[in-house]
């Protein structure tokens, strides 16, 4: 694969996860509100303590099979249709739904760096993606240039993860109600279709029509 189209490939359905609400937002925008962007940069940091960590064990675990066509097939068709189901639920919930905060009141004191691991390691969807989706790209990633395809894979991801969760606390600091934005609910539907776009990829690569 290019190492371009791949670097692509990867921000395209990664970002998405960046930027859908879920439990770590919205105590980010609860920190930010006080903290600013440097609370979005630490609640970063927790999150790649957590992440990175589980990107290596799950690149450990798919490394004896990148090279067997099963195993390509297999996280091709979970992952394809994990991203049509997921793609789906953000759009019909960035037109129907209100996204709303269901965190504990006072939250907003505790370090944001912590946080950033707490809400990260106990979030379903997170674990979710990584296993199915981001597993996809594990696999991609190590055919392409093994480890060093596993570092080009998660350094294209995580930058996103900083840009956002940074910008989501400073915004918050200034008052701005993100999660209401009609901008941040068209951008939520764009993201949506773009996995149902790589969802349809991954399932025609699966059964060898791509």
């Not at 960590?53 to 099979?65: K, Q, S």
């Not at 793609?87 to 965190?103: H, P, T, V």
């Amino acid at each position: 694969m290019d190492p371009l189209m791949f670097i692509v490939m990867v921000i395209s359905v990664t970002a998405s996860g960046a930027l859908a609400p879920g439990p770590l937002f919205f105590t980010l925008i609860s920190h930010g509100a006080k903290s600013g962007a440097k609370g979005g940069f630490l609640f970063s940091v927790g999150h790649t303590l957590v992440e990175f960590p589980l990107v290596i064990l799950l690149a450990l675990g798919l490394l004896t099979a990148a090279s067997q066509p099963a195993a390509k097939i297999i996280t091709g068709l979970v992952g394809g249709a994990t991203l049509l189901v997921f793609g789906a639920l953000q759009i019909r919930g960035s037109i129907k739904s209100k996204f709303e905060s269901d965190n504990p009141s006072g939250i907003a004191s505790k370090n944001p760096l912590m946080l950033g691991v707490i809400f990260t390691g106990l979030n379903p969807f997170f674990i979710a993606w990584w296993l199915t989706v981001g597993g996809k790209l594990i696999l991609d990633a190590l055919v392409f240039a093994s480890f060093a395809g596993i570092l080009l894979m998660y350094a294209a991801h995580v930058w996103i993860d900083y840009a956002w969760l940074t910008a989501v606390a400073y915004l918050a600091r200034l008052g701005t109600n993100i999660a209401g934005s009609k901008i941040y609910r068209v951008v939520l539907t764009v993201f949506g279709g773009i996995l149902l776009f790589f969802g349809f990829l991954f399932l025609l690569s699966a059964f060898g029509i791509l």
